[in-house]
């Protein structure tokens, strides 16, 4: 393959507007821009004369994109799939001709759809699926890992904090979204979403369980399971979820478990529309030392990630501060380049994916079991699972909030189960375990939170291919 990679970049929304054709174009030394696909004419017009891409390499579909590869009018090695919505079949059409691709998570919003793109890539026997997480190619991440062991930790958190697109990416000056689309097309689109999403969270899901599943578990905290997974590890163990406040979506949402050796790990996802600047931030406190790591933002494409800690010396309380070496978008895409180019496997493929995306499942039946319904269980009457807002364990359980006994990963005794405060977790008894009881602390109380946040949770129809 020559140094120059030839690739197409699907979808011209803002990831691809913020970080995909930004990157490649400072990356002229590795990659050569070839084509870029959208379903929206006017966005597919807009973004491509915004970064010099001539008529004849636009293309409408990914089905035009690849009658346009097998034609040779196009030169193809990669594909950075940056559409939203339903992905799977676009997908497959691609890696079907053996092109190498780097996608914006989530790949799919169900374990069979994602299996079915899984299963294509083991009979290729080799990687073909890459997902564009930036913080796991962050060098401060692998700074961490580095200087401490597995076996020194205590703790290990990840808190990120999301506010609205436009803090992260207004200064890229991203092209609006555009809704020329056929009404029937449109249509389609959405009813392919529904279904997609309806059937990966589950037939006892209701809508509310649907919105934090897309909102929050698919869009934040699937990140940090990648990122810890990354550093050291999957999880392995559940030990308590939490939503709050009830009534906005996505909220905040909070995971506790453990390692596989055993170390406690604790996940907090934030939604802040307000807020004033992105956050992704990692604390291990280990044996010896306390740790820190920030990681920008994947769209601030020149700033740097730091790991900072604090130890003994001598007697001596020292602080040491280390920056990574580029920016988490650089990262991703010199590791995209060493996938297609070299054949190096990536860091986070589809079988990491598909197992985080099962955990993510699980956190959602979590939350859900606290208001009495099994997501695996469709309900007995129609419509009871949408209208079902009776929280059949006492008003405090719309805090969503529960501590397991039983590890619903390997559906094992939880041996050393954390205590959790009164005013945090609702407490589930052993015997309460098994009847799917749950006892609620009289402190917990749901949060009170203004209308516009869970307004802002919405997002506009995003392009797709």
């Not at 409408?60 to 196009?74: E, F, I, N, P, Q």
Request: glycine residues 8%; aromatic residues 6%; without cysteine.
């Amino acid at each position: 393959m020559p140094s120059k990679i030839n690739v197409a970049v699907v979808g011209l929304g803002t990831s691809a507007q913020a970080v995909h054709l930004p990157m490649l174009q400072r990356r002229h030394d590795r990659f050569q821009l070839t084509a870029v696909v959208d379903i929206s004419p006017r966005r597919l017009r807009e973004a491509a004369e915004k970064w010099g891409i001539d008529e004849e390499r636009r293309y409408g579909s990914v089905k035009d994109l690849m009658a346009a590869a097998r034609s040779k009018d196009v030169e193809l090695d990669a594909v950075v799939f940056s559409a939203d919505g339903v992905k799977g079949e676009d997908i497959l059409q691609i890696i079907k001709r053996g092109i190498p691709v780097l996608v914006e998570p989530p790949v799919a919003y169900g374990t069979e759809e994602l299996q079915a793109i899984a299963e294509f890539e083991q009979m290729a026997g080799r990687p073909l699926v890459m997902l564009a997480y930036g913080a796991v190619y962050d060098s401060s991440v692998k700074l961490l890992v580095e200087e401490n062991q597995a076996r020194d930790l205590r703790t290990l958190e990840f808190e990120t904090l999301m506010p609205a697109s436009s803090v992260m990416h207004g200064k890229h000056h991203v092209t609006s979204a555009a809704y020329d689309l056929p009404s029937e097309q449109r249509i389609e689109r959405r009813e392919n979403l529904k279904d997609a999403v309806e059937k990966g969270a589950g037939p006892g899901a209701n809508q509310r369980d649907r919105d934090i599943y897309v909102k929050g578990l698919l869009t934040g905290v699937l990140a940090q399971l990648a990122l810890m997974r990354a550093t050291y590890g999957p999880l392995t163990e559940l030990h308590g979820v939490r939503h709050w406040p009830e009534q906005v979506i996505p909220g905040s949402i909070e995971v506790l478990g453990a390692l596989e050796k055993g170390v406690h790990v604790r996940l907090v996802w934030h939604y802040l529309p307000f807020a004033p600047e992105f956050h992704d931030a990692i604390r291990v406190v280990t044996n010896r030392r306390q740790g820190r790591v920030e990681i920008p933002a994947v769209a601030d494409l020149d700033t740097r990630g730091s790991f900072t800690f604090t130890q003994k010396s001598d007697g001596a309380i020292v602080k040491s501060e280390r920056l990574s070496e580029h920016s988490p978008a650089y990262g991703l895409h010199e590791a995209f380049y060493a996938f297609v180019a070299k054949g190096k496997a990536p860091a986070y493929g589809l079988s990491e994916a598909l197992e985080d995306l099962e955990i993510s499942r699980t956190i959602l039946a979590e939350l859900a079991l606290v208001d009495g319904r099994d997501i695996n269980e469709a309900p007995e009457a129609e419509g009871e699972a949408d209208d079902n807002e009776g929280r059949g364990h006492g008003a405090e359980a719309r805090e969503g909030s529960t501590v397991v006994a039983e590890n619903p990963l390997t559906e094992t005794p939880i041996a050393t189960a954390p205590e959790p405060a009164e005013d945090e977790f609702a407490a589930v008894s052993s015997k309460g375990a098994e009847q799917g009881e749950v006892e609620i602390s009289e402190q917990s109380a749901p949060v009170q939170a203004e209308s516009s946040e869970a307004e802002g949770a919405g997002g506009n129809e995003p392009s797709g291919a």
